[in-house]
């Protein structure tokens, strides 16, 4: 989900404001999977998610003459899908914001990795199967609100810490440590799903992440 | 310093986005030499990252980005028209 140049992105977003309306389309283009994610990662409905990622879009669409090329383009449209989110959420359940903050307290104490040595070398087809992506899914849902909003940023949509922080409006450090929890959540989560596989090549290691 | 499991858990996440200094990573790898059990942690956090990070595991709904583009196009219509 890298931007090849932020030059060519500076230059579109002049134009669109000069009047290239149409262009408008182009600019959205490369991140219309992140929007979708990052509300999806909060209102959890696929109805809700797209009809928020349009809007979303729509209202960046239509302040894009506030956007500041201080930030990057693609922090401030997370930015706009966050508190698109945010809204929904208010709307939804009055007590969700509350409740949110209560959970930053509630978990203390247990964000252990599950132990275990009969699985490290998981062959690429478990990986590849059906059930574990689905599990994988659920596993995220289920993550305490503040956890999975880090781990959708940073490890799906693939922000960095800053990034993150940022459009979160929260601190690197808190990114870092609740990152942290939602990894070692799933990592827990998921071994059942993982255990019972056979050995397999290591090959598939030799990947990059 | 020999460092216990623990230890290394709660450095797992850092380690794996590589923003652990030279000296903690240095022991965090020594440990992982001989330790199966942390090494399996490790490698079965890093698989779920990639598994997470596949575009297959988090898919769009079908025709996501057509209706996004229909609406966009309808308010770049009403624009032009104000």
Redesign the interface.
Known sequence: MKQESGTTEAALIERILAGE??L??EL?RPY??RV??TVFSMVKN?TEA?DA??ET??SA?RHLASFRGDAKFSTWLTTIAINEGRKRLRKAKRAAEESIEEQAEGHEGDF???????????PLEA?ERKE??QA??SA?AELPDIYRQV?TLR??E?LN?EETAEALGINPGAV?VR??RA??M??KR??PF?KSTARASRAF?G?A? | MKMD??HV??H???Y??D?VDAKLREDIERHLEHC??C???L???????????D????E??VG??E???A???R??ET??QD
Do not use: G
């Not at chain 1, 252990?112 to 998981?122: G, K």
């Not at chain 2, 575009?55 to 988090?58: D, E, G, Q, R, V």
């Open positions: 309306k149409e408008f389309h959205i219309e999977r979708y994610l696929e797209e990622a349009q879009v729509i669409y252990t990795p599950a132990p275990l040595t009969d699985w490290r070398e998981i990986l574990l992506r994988l899914r995220v781990f490890d799906l693939e810490v870092k990152l942290h990894r070692m799933l990592q998921l071994v993982l290691f990947r992440l | 499991c623990k858990w709660e797992i996440s850092e794996i986005d923003s199966e059990i090494s399996a942690i490698d079965s956090t890093r698989n779920i990252l990639i598994l997470t990070a575009n297959l595991t988090f769009l709904p996501y980005s209706r996004l583009h609406r966009l196009a308010e770049l624009a032009k």
